[in-house]
């Protein structure tokens, strides 16, 4: 994010603040889990499903138990007593010459790791305590490969206690792209707000710029390994040996997280079909071909456990695949689709009973009515493993436009159950995104990702747009541009019709401010409120570079124009010129009420 | 629109197509009105206002009646009986000198007007015995001042049975913009889908540039009419025979709807000063601000008999306006909004009993949890008048983004019961909308409201949607573009990486498009279609000079890149250039597939 949200307390934030609430009856709330805990969740629409009554804690390895016991007990080797955040007291009985290496594992034996630690710093709202117990229920997770430990990274988490999260991918493709224009691309998704990064590259030098973008980053790094495990052999060649050397190379490099398309099965592939456009996942796709030229299950389905002892040895977290995601609203919700989806439930209890975090991934194209449903069937099926969606895209039609169709969908899937949103950039569908694509799609889902965080209640979330209220209740149009997620764009847009900050904006024009009407009319708690009193009209700075450019893509000013804007001074854009005194280019609010009533038109509101 | 939807006949579009629903169990439904008719309809959370037992069949002039009868009965005068969509017999008698001048009079009345019999034409869901019957209940409106329709304008509808419309608002600030520059601006919100458009002029001759904007406009003009009402006088000076004057004026000037804030009432301003930014509606701000000088009631209020009078002279429809709506999601759902829409309920009812049509306005900045609220409220309070409502904004924070961020709001919005969808574009809070503005709004809320159709169900709504995503299955691009809502910027996108159609996109290339492999898997449905095969790889046609423009705006290629793309033949961009070649600039797949192999990275699937 480009500014650090201002840490200004724990606000509720999903009633009218400042105000008797009335008759509003709707809110989100805070649903306690099936053991006590709690998550945010919206209110279930009647006919959704219900959530699972199990967690990860129903899913230990062979030879451990667990209870809630009432008293604090010895600290045997093989047994453990920890008060958890609910202040109730677990018990958890484990091999003694057990060594935990995952966070999950860590959990379970209710140490707080410096990661959890980290955590509940970047989540305001929680303490270390509770996720280290969301945790364990297997609802959060924390995909830190010990390996990039030791880089940049600073741990982060996914899940339905924390804020929503936001993934960008990049990778080069054989037609486009290679390694130092995606570590570029990954430095400005970072800037811009991306929570996690996947490297999905296809061509150039995979290794390296794999290895390179790790090295590089401070947020989690996810792949798909599916891809270099079949480059320079036939696809046909694949087995769980090739597959399992793989991933150890890939989990050695310091991936944080590797999705795997497992639930693709053999019996799945009939519900295929009847789709309108079949299967649109690339590892879907190439493990289907897989099955159906050897007339064999999919191997990194039976390979499972294997698949898990790797992933647990550098504590890489699962993104289980979803390979059967459907391509097109028509294809959405199908069999192929939920089929699939229960037997990614099975493998979340596989992955559980080994130590390994798990998040599941979701559709891509689904009509708005449908994604609380979807949602919500994943926290059935999936006891509630962090829901990681792509969009999804809520109509099909408008390719160019998709991080917008896209972001819709994510809004109400982020509000309805998922804990990271997969941006999708203008180029969807089209091409491989470029650095501006990366920043639309970024923005987008920030945009997605909040607005969810708000409408759940999520403590302390709304406080920045309050903070923004107020400056805008207050004419004051820096503090105005300081709260935006990007400053440089609305300075820019602002000063494209009017490079003087006052008392209103081109929008309205000075007579027509209402709330500069307002402020006569009542006095607000904010206009009573030093820091956001508004003080005198006074000429913005020149745009910088940055704002420059933004006005030049946006192609609706000449160059001159610009460079006017860029350049001007109070000199340059003063009373003598004609053109832009009806910009109201002088500094004095007054002086520019006057030459509008006289020059444009008669307006006397007072 | 640019392009008309393919009209593939009525198609219910929330299960999937082609498959067994499966475990899907929420759809969204078609509730019966409370008259036995119909709307579409998001199902209710719990705690949701129950719609209102009430249609404007309860709120008939003095001296009406009407009631559901067993026989069709003589036709004399003052007495009519007709047969309604449902089947069922309404009697209504009536004054015998009575002669019908607006929709809702002559549906009244059981007349189906040349405006029902074009509505049902555009809606092909609907027959105009129907759409009558909707203007009949309230639930829906027809704006077509008699004097517009002397113009261009095309009659179209807004209400619940119908699809959801999408408005551009336009018009000269003081501080920016002329008639010229306004009249473009109103073709090219047509252009782009805009169903209707207002006219919010306060600077230049307001006069000219409506009658411009009357004149030109095939869809339905609204205007503020307060706006001129106090241009030239003093605020003070205001009184009812002004507003009367000043409402005849625009109406035989052929306006179509009036934004009157006649729900703003002295009791009602207690409520704004917890506010965190007050009153942010400028016909609110300044009706209160009258008040408060005056000590009397809203004078629109008072004269709200004297006003209809006016309206249905020329069958101008009410868009009652929320004075109160919020500026922010701290004001969202509070007192002064909710009190103020109750009021609108008893306006909504005594408009209704003067034979206006009525729409009802709604807020501009809801936290997305509470959109289905007030929504809701809508329906029961104002008995289901149409509710046009301006965005909302689900957060604050993305000045420059909110086209984007209220786009979002208004999915949900439309979803749970708008009819009408106000477009927000970039410049909003910031400036006035520039051409290129106006563009990105009208997308932005074609998406909205597209997104919603699909979500509810109305017939035929999916069918583009699934014809690209058979065009896509198919890999067949000029039919992906064609059926695209913005087939210039999809083209230029796509063709920016890779100006050759070929089986793949340069997002994954040849090898790893799941959509080529998966086509060799299982044959889809749409793989039969001889319509959408994929033929072979042909270079695209060279750009268009909008496509150029549209990649020149994006600023991601230099303009050399652009002019190469735009001026390009097979040899300018053949094999003898090294450069080329890697974007597959063959148009041979089978040599792009090569080249790509052994220049960038070799992969085998097959």
Redesign the interface.
Known sequence: MSHKLPNLGNNP??T?????P???????HIAPGPEGRWTFA????????EPSSKTAWDFLPDGWTTEIVDQEGSSKPGETVFRQSDETLRKVTFPADFKPITQLESARLGIVTPEMKRVAERESHLTAEQVRDEVASGRMVIPANRVHLEHQLDPMCIGRASKTKVNANMGA????SGTHEEVEKLKWAEKWGADTVMDLS???D?DECRQAIIENSRVPIGTVPI?SM???????DLNLDIILDSLRHQAAQGVDYFTIHAGVLQEH?Q????????????G???L??WM?DHGEQNPMYTGWEQICEVMREYDVTFSIGDGLR???????????Q??ELSTLGELTERAWRKGVQVMIEGPGHV????I??NMK?ERQLCHGAPFYVLGPL????????DH??S??GA??AA?HGASMLCYVT???????P????VKQGC??Y???A???D????IPGT?D???E???A??ALNWEK??E????PD??R???D???DVDTDF????????C??R??????????GKDDDYKWDRAKVSAALSEEQK?IL?????LSPEEIHKLASKTKNAVGAAEKKAS???DYTDAETAQQI?NSE???????
């Not at 009335?22 to 989100?28: D, I, N, R, T």
């Not at 919206?42 to 499903?49: E, F, H, N, V």
């Not at 203008?426 to 491989?432: D, N, S």
């Not at 470029?434 to 694509?437: A, G, I, V, W, Y």
């Open positions: 934030s999903s009218a603040a400042g105000t008797t009335g008759s509003f009856a709707k809110k989100s919206s209110p279930d629409t009647p006919g959704m499903p493709s054989p037609v486009s296809t061509g150039g995979l891809y079949i480059i320079g052999r036939k696809l046909y592939l519900y295929v079909k009847d789709r309108l456009i079949g299967i649109v996942s690339r879907g796709s190439l289907a071909k159906i459907p391509g097109g609203l028509a294809d959405a919700t199908d069999q192929a939920l089929a009509p708005f009515d449908q609380e449903y069937l809520v109509t099909d039609i408008f390719p160019g436009y917008i169709t972001c819709i809004t109400s509000y203008p180029k969807e569908h089209l091409g491989l470029k650095k501006d694509d923005i987008a920030k945009i997605a909040h607005s969810a708000v409408a759940l209640g709304r920045r747009d309050d923004l209220t107020k805008r209740a105005h541009f709260l935006s997620f990007d764009t609305a820019a847009y602002h494209e019709d009017l904006c081109a929008m309205c024009g000075h007579d027509w209402s709330v009407i307002s402020k006569e009319i009542v006095e607000f708690a904010s450019e030049a893509k946006r192609g609706v009806c910009h109201s509008q444009i038109v008669e307006l006397k509101v007072d």
